[in-house]
């Protein structure tokens, strides 16, 4: 990780003996900064003041920076400040990569990761007497909204120092966390009673009608669910309850620990309550009504944390994808319907999110509906819920569709070309009235939604073949962008390490070999993302403790793909010279050759390693898939 930083420091034009630029922030720009960061402020400062008494005459301090890396706050022991203004570790100065090269604050922003960069493994000669352990700050979405730092003096570098900012960050994320959600039920939970009520808890939040909200990253973990994929669900899909289970239970006399069972299984215990705007309440009553679910009006404290951007992380480097978020910045919170183009995987989900988190919309709901995977018999009432007993099998109390759930909110129809020729005419006309009306209901309800929506189908052919409506086409493709597809992508080397990352709960991430990352470039990847992050988990597992994923790790159905590529052949001299001169390594030649040989011996183990001169051992060692192989 080290040496990626220091080749990123290189391309950022600095050299170790830079002098970069230490002038910090004027008064004004500083109060500005600390405006545009009060929620994260607010709740960091105690944290630093507690962390600060247990590191104090240890000749270190403490930082917290914004999302960029630009420190917002400080506080430092007296002897160890004179040397750290030096070096501008005070507030208004930016400590991202790109100014200061390796460190640990600009790092843990790259890499997503707690990170400590101890003495010469700064990139920066001026550093070099500094020792630093940053953790990253993250809202419940996940997004960086900023970081916490211990610096000191190289001398008093202490093992424990890490664990302190970890603990003290996580500290600030259910700070920041509990400060998000009113009008919300917080579910607090741990497969151990007695960690309930610590920083290891779970934390939960759902609307009172039940439906998902956030989760801190503890209750992430235990889930087992990133974030995205947890929009779709509810209480009850995750916990195989009714959420009216959990007011049943608070109205018992003395409710005890709640016993719960997640989807996937694990049994956990946890505590409920419903906070409302003016305080928080134990759980007293149902609250099924659609209108409990309206989110609340924003105050004006949560500002800064509307504006942290979704779209900027998605922004890794690919000038295709580049275009794309330049054009939907454009049309933010005008009013104008957004229609994603793309492959199947290529992130149109991801990126509606995004564009959600950016809208001025952020704080209401987001709600994804896979107009493909619904049967068509279930659809229009998925999509505009129905009264009681509307039809045969309809639950007793009725239901609130996922329009009305989207309320102040976005909703996102994915494969929008699959939605049925009849429901279609349905949805343009909730669309240009703002109203729903149930199944089985004689009154519209108004509402108020922005829609994105997406598809893989050639809408245009669609409408030629009579299977879409050409006017709800026309209202619904105000900005057509398309994804590029992951063959396309020039920067596939920065989201694999992203996603490794993303993919680790523990802090340490897994580095991915040159050769693998070559192999990678050549693929056509199919499935695209979705692809390509399977076979990363997939591979992290099969890795294992060791750092590096090497082509030893990776699925055999990856292999065999690779074995079909034609690129991958290299058996002529000429090819196996360009392969040198691509850079392959000894592994990725050898596997090469290998994969090659079997192709012309009809893929018989037995006379490809005669033909190699090699033992069959070896040839199963290299490609161990081949001993299940039929
Ligand atoms: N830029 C990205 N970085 C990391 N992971 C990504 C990225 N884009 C998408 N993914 C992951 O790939 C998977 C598929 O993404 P998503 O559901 O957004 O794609 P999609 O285009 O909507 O797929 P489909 O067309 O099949 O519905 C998800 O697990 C998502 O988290």
Same mark, same amino acid.
């Given at each position: 990780m080290i040496a990626i930083s220091h080749r990123r420091s290189e391309q950022f034009g600095l050299s170790p003996d830079s002098r970069p630029d230490f002038t910090p922030a004027s008064g004004t720009d500083l109060s500005y900064l600390v405006e545009q960061n009060r929620l994260l402020y607010s709740h960091a400062v105690p944290a630093m003041e507690t962390l600060y008494q247990q590191i104090a005459n240890t000749h270190n301090m403490v930082l917290l920076t914004d999302a960029q890396g630009v420190i917002v706050h400080s506080l430092g022991d007296a002897d160890f400040l004179e040397k750290a203004n030096?070096?501008?570790?005070?507030?208004?100065?930016?400590?991202?990569?790109? *100014?200061?090269?390796?460190?640990? +604050?600009?790092?843990?922003?790259?890499?997503?990761?707690?990170?400590?960069?101890?003495? =010469?493994?700064?990139?920066? *000669?001026?550093?070099?007497?500094?020792? $630093? *352990?940053?953790?990253?700050?993250?809202?419940?979405?996940?997004?960086?909204?900023?970081?916490?730092?211990?610096?000191?003096?190289?001398?008093?570098?202490?093992?424990?120092? !890490?664990?302190?900012?970890? !603990?003290?960050?996580?500290?600030?994320?259910?700070?920041?966390?509990?400060?998000?959600?009113?009008?919300?039920?917080?579910?607090?939970f741990h497969t151990r009673p007695e960690f309930i009520g610590t920083l290891m808890e779970g934390i939960a939040s759902f609307s009172p009608g039940g439906r998902f909200l956030a989760a801190n990253r503890n209750g992430l973990f235990q889930l087992g669910l990133s974030y995205p994929a947890l929009q779709a669900h509810t209480f009850s899909s995750l916990f195989g309850l009714p959420v009216s289970a959990l007011y049943d239970h608070y109205r018992t006399a003395a409710p005890g620990l709640l016993d719960l069972c997640m989807h996937n299984g694990v049994r956990v215990r946890g505590r409920a309550e419903l906070r409302l705007t003016n305080g928080v309440h134990v759980l007293t009553g149902a609250f099924d009504d659609a209108t409990q679910m309206a989110p609340i009006a924003q105050p004006p404290a949560k500002a800064s944390a509307r504006r942290l951007s979704g779209l900027r992380y998605l922004n890794t480097g690919d000038p295709q994808l580049e275009q794309v978020i330049d054009k939907v910045n454009r049309v933010l919170g005008r009013d104008v319907p957004i229609m994603i183009m793309g492959e199947t995987g290529t992130g149109k989900e991801l990126l509606a999110q995004a564009i959600h988190n950016d809208s001025p919309r952020a704080q209401?709901?987001?709600?994804?509906?896979? $107009?493909? *995977?619904? %049967?068509?018999?279930?659809?229009?009432?998925? &999509?505009?819920?129905?009264?009681?007993?509307?039809?045969?099998?309809?639950? @007793? @109390?009725?239901?609130?569709? @996922?329009?009305?759930?989207?309320?102040?909110?976005?909703?996102?129809?994915?494969? +929008?070309? =699959?939605?049925?020729?009849?429901?279609?005419?349905?949805?343009?006309?909730?669309?240009?009235?703002?109203?729903?009306? %149930? &199944?089985?209901?004689? @009154?519209?309800?108004?509402?108020?939604?922005?829609?994105? $929506?997406?598809?893989?189908?050639? &809408?245009?052919?669609? +409408?030629?073949?009579?299977?879409?409506?050409?006017? &709800?086409?026309y209202r619904l493709n105000g900005l057509v962008v398309k994804l590029p597809p992951l063959r396309e992508r020039t920067d596939l080397e920065t989201v694999v390490r992203k996603i490794l990352s993303a993919e680790t709960e523990t802090g340490g991430t897994h580095t991915i070999s040159d050769g693998v990352l070559r192999l990678f470039k050549r693929h056509k990847w199919p499935g695209n993302f979705r692809q390509l992050t399977n076979l990363l988990r997939t591979a992290m597992i099969m890795a294992g403790d060791e750092e590096e994923i090497g082509l030893r790790h990776m699925p055999d159905d990856f292999l065999d793909d690779i074995a079909e590529t034609p690129e991958a052949a290299p058996a002529s001299a000429p090819a196996a010279q360009q392969m040198i001169a691509s850079g392959a390594n000894l592994e990725e030649m050898e596997l090469a050759a290998i994969l090659k040989s079997l192709e012309a011996n009809g893929g018989n183990v037995s006379a490809t390693a005669r033909a190699l001169g090699v033992s069959r051992n070896t040839i199963y060692r290299k490609l161990p898939h081949l001993k299940t192989s039929p």
């Open positions: 030096r070096v501008a570790l005070t507030a208004g100065v930016a400590w991202s990569e790109e *100014s200061k090269g390796t460190n640990a +604050i600009g790092t843990a922003i790259t890499e997503r990761v707690p990170t400590t960069i101890h003495a =010469d493994q700064h990139f920066l *000669s001026a550093n070099h007497f500094l020792t $630093c *352990s940053a953790a990253p700050i993250t809202d419940h979405r996940g997004n960086v909204v900023g970081v916490l730092d211990v610096s000191g003096d190289r001398r008093s570098f202490h093992k424990h120092t !890490m664990a302190l900012v970890r !603990m003290s960050a996580l500290m600030i994320e259910n700070q920041l966390f509990a400060a998000t959600f009113e009008n919300a039920i917080t579910l607090h209401g709901p987001f709600v994804a509906v896979n $107009c493909a *995977s619904i %049967p068509e018999t279930l659809i229009e009432s998925e &999509l505009f819920g129905y009264e009681d007993g509307a039809f045969t099998g309809a639950r @007793k @109390k009725g239901a609130v569709g @996922k329009i009305l759930q989207a309320n102040g909110g976005t909703l996102f129809l994915d494969e +929008i070309g =699959d939605m049925p020729y009849p429901l279609q005419a349905r949805l343009l006309r909730v669309l240009q009235e703002r109203m729903v009306t %149930p &199944l089985g209901s004689g @009154k519209s309800i108004p509402v108020n939604v922005e829609v994105i $929506c997406a598809t893989n189908h050639n &809408l245009r052919r669609r +409408i030629a073949e009579g299977l879409f409506r050409e006017d &709800l086409y």
